[in-house]
């Protein structure tokens, strides 16, 4: 099996990297999901079967001020590398967000409830979910939410600076979401994709918590005393709005292993030290 990896030194992209080999990674400086003859020259020569797009906008807030941008690589770039990899026989697998719904349900969102999104990130991402459905017939959409992994700063990693830094810490308690470690994620998208599935999949970890309960666990998994004081949004004033209730379940797929035991992982294996 061929495979590449778009965006492959983020979170996700870099377990993914990880798991097929140094030869799937493309960067961004190589190619551009934006720039649709750079992919079809990449796709031409390198005839993948699976194509991972890891590639993406993050910058929630920021966002708000540079929606055309957030447009451009979230939601056009993705539904141009489908319908690249649909001429050339291969499959696109492409990575979203909870945000996209509103997070007024009282319950977990699955695939079949409508999405609403309530940001220009969260209309982007949207965007991208159906370029990729409408363009690739064999297209793969997993949602996923609150990532971290082993590169940048990670909620964890900032959670630990913070706390080793002041020792005490204001984090949000009224937004819940399915902690999820990129290394599970990478594994279940390689999974699901070899598997055949296609169309939108929910793939977090099993569980909710809130942001304020996840740092709570982190500092109690890495051993550091720290105070963790939950507050509000509203305390908290950002240019995006973000779903108070961003827990995702599948209908489809059995979920990934609990929330906890990956962080326990994560901590034991990549915490950065005291």
């Keep these: 099996m061929?495979?590449?990896v778009l965006g492959a030194s983020g979170?996700?992209?870099?377990e993914l990297v990880r798991l097929l080999g140094d030869d799937a990674a493309v960067m961004h400086?190589?190619?551009?999901?934006?720039?649709?003859?750079?992919i079809e020259d990449l796709l031409h020569r390198r005839k993948p079967d699976l194509v991972f797009n890891c590639a993406a906008y993050n910058s929630v807030d920021q966002a708000e001020s540079e929606p055309e941008l957030a447009m451009a690589v979230n939601g056009a770039g993705p539904a141009l590398l489908a319908a690249a990899c649909a001429r050339h026989g291969a499959m696109t697998v492409h990575f979203s967000t909870n945000f996209v719904f509103d997070g007024?349900?009282?319950?977990?969102?699955?695939?079949s409830d409508t999405p609403r999104p309530l940001s220009a990130y969260a209309r982007s991402k949207l965007a991208g979910e159906r370029g990729v459905i409408d363009a690739d017939p064999r297209g793969l959409v997993l949602r996923t939410a609150a990532v971290y992994g082993y590169l940048g700063r990670s909620f964890p990693e900032r959670i630990l600076a913070g706390a080793?830094?002041?020792?005490?810490?204001?984090?949000?308690?009224?937004?819940?979401?399915?902690?999820?470690?990129?290394?599970?994620?990478?594994?279940?998208?390689?999974?699901?994709?070899?598997?055949?599935e296609r169309g939108i999949v929910h793939a977090v970890a099993s569980g909710?918590?809130?942001?304020?309960?996840?740092?709570?666990?982190?500092?109690?998994?890495?051993?550091?005393?720290?105070?963790?004081?939950?507050?509000?949004?509203?305390?908290?004033?950002?240019a995006a709005i973000r779903p108070r209730n961003g827990c995702l379940l599948s209908e489809r797929v059995s979920l990934l292993r609990p929330w906890r035991e990956a962080l326990h992982e994560w901590a034991r294996t990549a915490a950065p030290n005291p």
């Design 11 to 14: 979170q996700v992209g870099s």
């Design 2 to 4: 061929r495979a590449l």
């Design 208 to 238: 909710c918590c809130a942001w304020d309960e996840l740092a709570v666990a982190v500092l109690q998994e890495c051993g550091v005393q720290a105070r963790v004081s939950p507050i509000v949004s509203s305390e908290r004033p950002a």
């Design 104 to 111: 007024e349900a009282g319950r977990p969102y699955v695939e």
């Design 29 to 38: 400086a190589q190619v551009s999901i934006t720039d649709a003859n750079a």
């Design 164 to 196: 080793r830094q002041t020792g005490e810490l204001k984090v949000v308690s009224d937004q819940r979401i399915n902690p999820t470690s990129a290394t599970d994620l990478a594994r279940a998208a390689l999974d699901l994709a070899i598997a055949g």
